[in-house]
DNA sequence: TCATTGGCTATCA
DNA sequence: CTGATAGCCAATG
């Protein structure tokens, strides 16, 4: 299991209508300060099928990237009640899931 | 092993 | 609020 497969395994998890941060992902994984690692799992395995990478947002409420493009990932977020204000989540807080499971 | 890169985060001006 | 800086982590070459 490597860092990257941890990393899709939570963001899979993520129900609709839900979004998390990079670091929330981190912190998850036992390491709060991997928030780039985080991103670079998501980066290196684009699966917007299996992955719904677009409901990880940065701490801030910005979208951050996404390989599809930040116009999409806003697009898609806001195709799930996730309301987008100028590239930046309203609610965010409101929205955060964070009850990720550690896996097995 | 070192250097680079990437969808980050927190702090300061 | 926007921009710059420094820190931190993992994958790759």
């Known amino acids: 299991m490597d860092f990257d497969d941890a990393v899709l395994h939570l ?3 993520i129900p609709m209508g839900r979004v998390t941060t990079y670091g929330a992902l981190a912190k998850a ?5 991997a ?6 799992a998501l980066n290196k ?5 299996r992955v719904p990478c677009h409901r990880v947002v ?17 697009e898609l977020l806001d195709s799930e009640h996730i309301l987008v204000k100028n590239r930046k989540i309203r ?7 964070k009850d990720f499971k550690p896996m097995d």
Do not use: C, H, T
Not at 91 to 97: I, R
């Open 11 to 13: 963001v899979k998890q």
């Open 58 to 74: 940065r701490s801030d409420g910005s979208v951050g990237g996404y390989v599809l493009g930040a116009e999409r990932k806003i």
């Open 91 to 97: 609610s965010l807080k409101d929205f955060l899931f």
């Open 45 to 49: 395995n684009p699966d917007p099928v």
């Open 29 to 33: 994984l036992g390491k709060p300060k």
């Open 35 to 40: 928030a780039r690692a985080v991103g670079g």
